[in-house]
């Protein structure tokens, strides 16, 4: 199943903010679609965000 991180980046340090996961209904397009969407709205919320197909280094250790 594929999952796409939101992280944010600061004094060096990788956190994660969202994790989403494709489902199975979905298609790539869609999941694409939507986790734009959802970089868009927390950059509005000023968060700057990134995707990643990795979590961030608060979540490496869990």
């Known amino acids: 199943m594929s ?3 939101l992280n944010t980046k600061s ?8 994790e989403f996961s494709k489902q ?3 298609s790539n ?11 868009l709205e927390h950059r509005k ?3 700057d965000v990134f995707k990643s197909p990795w ?3 608060d979540r490496k250790n869990k």
């Open 3 to 5: 999952v796409t991180y």
């Open 29 to 39: 397009r869609e999941f694409r679609e939507f986790i734009k969407e959802q970089v």
């Open 11 to 18: 004094k060096g340090i990788t956190k994660t903010v969202a």
């Open 45 to 47: 919320e000023g968060m």
């Open 55 to 57: 979590p961030g280094d």
């Open 24 to 26: 199975e209904n979905q």
